[in-house]
T-cell receptor, first 115, second 114 residues
Framework: DTGVSQDPRHKITKRGQNVTFRCDPISEHNRLYWYRQTLGQGPEFLTYFQNEAQLEKSRLLSDRFSAERPKGSFSTLEIQRTEQGDSAMYLC?????????????FGPGTRLLVL | DQQVKQNSPSLSVQEGRISILNCDYTNSMFDYFLWYKKYPAEGPTFLISISSIKDKNEDGRFTVFLNKSAKHLSLHIVPSQPGDSAVYFCAASEGGGTASKLTFGTGTRLQVTL
């Protein structure tokens, strides 16, 4: 069990560019979550998947954000036409849901800076 | 609308003493509460949780107390150790236990001094 991994760890981009982040969950975890954390705040829920199905999206998630989990394993989060307000730490977490419900385990995050 | 509030941004405690971190919530539909610890440059790490049907849960040095009527929970760390210095987040979920989406507070930075 190698834990939740995220790539890249840091990303600097110019306003208007598109960025994509990847999250690899703990193997056999069927739920995967994306959160965003800005300075001085706690993580805010963005969206989550159960297997490949996206079950919920936050009102915070504008149309410029899209997330996928095509094979129910890794997930990608894409931000189109980035804005300076998108600068934040993007956290991924995974857990299992079924006969037992496990706690969410978080990855180290991807820190995005939009110039 | 901040549904989970941690009103103390920071707390300093001497090594060996008790640390008490507080959290208030407004959503009466929350039925599971968790505490996470976060070190710089790392993701949050789960510490302890409590269901709304309980009023206390203990795990080693960590105890969480829940007062549903006051919509308040607290985390007690006894004895506090320097390695406990981190940011602590209170979180809550509505249905689905700990595998449901979480609503976090803004965090309390704990510093344990020698």
């Amino acid at each position: 069990d190698t834990g939740v991994s995220q790539d890249p760890r840091h990303k600097i981009t110019k306003r208007g560019q598109n960025v994509t982040f990847r999250c690899d969950p703990i193997s056999e975890h069927n739920r995967l979550y994306w959160y965003r954390q800005t300075l001085g705040q706690g993580p805010e829920f963005l969206t989550y998947f159960q297997n490949e199905a996206q079950l919920e999206k936050s009102r915070l998630l504008s149309d410029r954000f899209s997330a996928e989990r095509p094979k129910g394993s890794f997930s990608t989060l894409e931000i189109q036409r980035t804005e300076q307000g998108d600068s934040a730490m993007y956290l991924c977490a995974s857990s299992s849901w079924g006969r037992t419900q496990e706690t969410q385990y978080f990855g180290p995050g991807t820190r995005l800076l939009v110039l | 609308d901040q549904q989970v509030k941690q009103n103390s941004p920071s707390l300093s405690v001497q090594e060996g003493r008790i640390s008490i971190l507080n959290c208030d919530y407004t959503n009466s539909m929350f039925d599971y509460f968790l505490w996470y610890k976060k070190y710089p440059a790392e993701g949050p790490t789960f510490l302890i949780s409590i269901s709304s049907i309980k009023d206390k849960n203990e795990d080693g040095r960590f105890t969480v107390f829940l007062n549903k009527s006051a919509k308040h929970l607290s985390l007690h760390i006894v004895p506090s150790q320097p390695g406990d210095s981190a940011v602590y987040f209170c979180a809550a979920s509505e249905g689905g236990g700990t595998a449901s989406k979480l609503t976090f507070g803004t965090g309390t930075r704990l510093q344990v001094t020698l």
